[in-house]
Structures are given as structure tokens and as C-alpha cells.
């Protein structure tokens, strides 16, 4: 009697999707195939907004992540014992802050931070222009980034974001920024069927109330059918944003205006506090460095320093 043979195992039908959202373990997922509501094959879960991964489709709009595509970089968040992944495969961080409320400038340099880390391109966007009376307050207070060459663009959400859209075109972005800057107004407008739940400001607490409470990916309609597809995503609202995955020299890098003076103080362990011979104290002194850059950098430094000592692990 002949033995009888096995059927060959059929392949396993795999799709790219990108992550467009992601809530703990369960992660929705775009494809060819349209949305899937996935879940990790094994037990990693890493995943961040904007990455590409390999789908096993299981039916009934269901799915397993059974890969992850490399990354062109990572946004990410990081204190002593926490981290949290915001956004891969970006091109560009776009920074909202706004006339009202007000906004920190120190989480502006932390953002800028991260995405100079990661090779991603920062862009300021200055909401609420139209509201006059504050707008020179405003200005003033970004006048320090201006200054370094990053680009800071004017808008109104409630306009329609025209001079927004145009510059977002074919960009793969994410939006970032404290509570109550408009973040979800700018993404109504940028993407009119994401219908982001918009809410009014606390007056009392000069603070945003949070209007999204995970990351999302929206396709970015082009301002030109020539260009090649894009994508926003839109973020909750920040408050911190730790670096404390950065080394002190990923950190030093970071800050854009630093970089001419590195490895030029007289020590070579010098930590840029009061050394004599310091080039970064110097070029603070020669007004080569802005004051207010100066201190965003060592009070992120300090926290750094805070992070290792309680979690020597980092």
C-alpha cells in the first residue's frame, strides 16, 4: 500500500498595513484590504502610530501583527520608569501653540529635542493668529526658535488652516502640543471627515481641557493630484514630554545651537556648569546661545541626571 502524502502547508497570505491607531494591545490597522482590528501575534507589543507591519487577515475584519516593517525613526517619551511610543516613520513634528491659552516654551525645545534625536523636521504652528491683542505676546516667545532657522507658521483653525494644508502636503506629520492649543480644530480642518471632538477652553485654569485621547492617522489630502500621498496624525494633548532615554551628549546634539561649540572647553569631562574654559558657557556669555535655550537645556539635562539616579537601569 502506498503511503499517502501529506498536502503541502498552503502559505500564509500576508498584507502591509500602516498602524492608525492604537489602544494598548489592539491596534487598527490600514490595508489593502480596507481597516482591520488587529492584535499582536506574540507577546511584544511596540507599536506606534504610523508604523509598518505585516498582517495575518483573519476574517470578520479581524487581523494579527506578525511583523514590523523597519522604521525611518521613532517619536517617543521617556521619565525614570515609564516610556511611551507616540509615532513612527515621520517627516515631520508639527508644534502647536497657540495666542491663547498660554503655551511653554520649554515644551517646545523638548519636542524639538526629540525630533532632532530622530531626524525628524520640526515645524511651529502658531494657532489662533487672529486673536491680535496676544499675538506680539506670542511672537516674542518664539522668537528664540525663529532665530535658529526652524519655521514658524502663522494660522487661524477656525479659517480653514489654508496656508497649513498647502505646506503639509505629501508630509507624513504628526500634530503635538499642550492641551487647548486647537490641535483637533487644525485636524477638523486639515481633514474635515475625521470630525475630532472639539471642546472649549478652561478660561479659569488657562489650560486646554483634552480633546483626544489617543493617536490617530488621517490620510492628508494633497494640494496637488501630482504629489505623492500623505498623512497626519493627531495627539493628545502634552503636558510633559521626558527625555530621559537621551545620553547627555544625544541630548547636547539635539540642541541645534550647541553643536559649533562641542568639543571645543578646555576639559574634556567638562559638564558646561562653571568650568573655566567652557565654550558653551562662553558662547552663552557672547549671546551666541539664547539665555532661555540655555536654561530648556539644563533643566532637561537635570531631569536626565534625576531619571538615571532613580532608575539606574536607563
Excluded at 530622530?118 to 489662533?128: A, C, D, G, R, S
Aim: proline share 5%; glycine share 8%.
Amino acid at each position: 500500500m502506498r503511503a499517502r502524502t501529506r498536502p503541502a502547508a498552503r502559505a500564509e497570505t500576508r498584507l502591509d498595513g500602516i498602524i492608525a491607531a492604537a489602544f494598548g494591545r489592539h491596534y487598527e490597522v490600514d490595508t489593502p484590504a480596507g481597516r482591520l482590528q488587529c492584535y499582536p501575534r506574540g507577546k511584544k507589543s511596540s507599536f506606534a502610530c504610523g508604523d509598518v507591519v505585516e498582517v495575518l487577515p483573519g476574517g470578520d475584519g479581524q487581523g494579527a501583527i506578525a511583523a514590523l516593517k523597519p522604521r525611518r525613526n521613532l517619536l517617543w517619551r521617556s521619565d525614570a520608569f515609564r516610556e511611551k511610543l507616540i509615532a513612527a516613520n515621520l517627516s515631520h513634528i508639527v508644534i502647536v501653540v497657540a495666542t491663547e491659552p498660554g503655551f511653554s516654551d520649554l515644551l517646545v525645545s523638548r519636542c524639538i529635542a526629540a525630533a532632532e534625536s530622530q531626524e525628524i523636521t520640526p515645524l511651529i504652528v502658531l494657532n489662533k493668529a487672529d486673536l491680535a491683542d496676544r499675538l506680539a505676546a506670542a511672537r516674542a516667545q518664539l522668537a528664540p526658535f525663529r532665530a535658529l532657522g526652524y519655521e514658524v507658521l502663522e494660522v487661524s483653525a477656525l479659517d480653514g488652516a489654508a496656508r497649513l494644508r498647502a505646506r503639509l502636503s505629501g508630509l507624513h506629520a504628526i500634530l503635538v502640543g499642550q492641551s487647548g492649543m486647537g490641535k483637533s480644530t487644525l485636524t477638523n480642518a486639515l481633514v474635515p471627515e475625521a470630525q475630532a471632538a472639539t471642546r472649549e477652553i478652561s478660561a479659569a485654569l488657562d489650560s486646554g481641557k483634552h480633546t483626544t485621547t489617543f493617536a490617530r492617522l488621517y490620510p492628508l489630502p494633497s494640494a496637488d493630484d501630482a504629489a505623492l500621498p500623505g498623512w497626519l496624525i493627531d495627539s493628545p494633548g502634552l503636558q510633559v514630554f521626558g527625555l530621559a532615554h537621551l545620553a547627555h551628549d544625544e541630548l547636547a546634539e539635539a540642541f541645534v545651537e550647541l553643536r559649533p561649540h562641542l568639543g571645543h572647553c578646555r576639559f574634556r569631562d567638562c559638564r558646561h556648569e562653571a568650568e573655566p574654559g567652557c565654550a558653551l558657557l562662553a558662547a552663552v556669555a557672547s549671546g551666541a546661545i539664547h539665555p532661555r535655550r540655555w536654561e530648556h537645556f539644563r533643566t532637561i539635562r537635570s531631569e536626565i541626571d534625576q531619571a538615571r539616579r532613580l532608575n539606574p537601569g536607563w
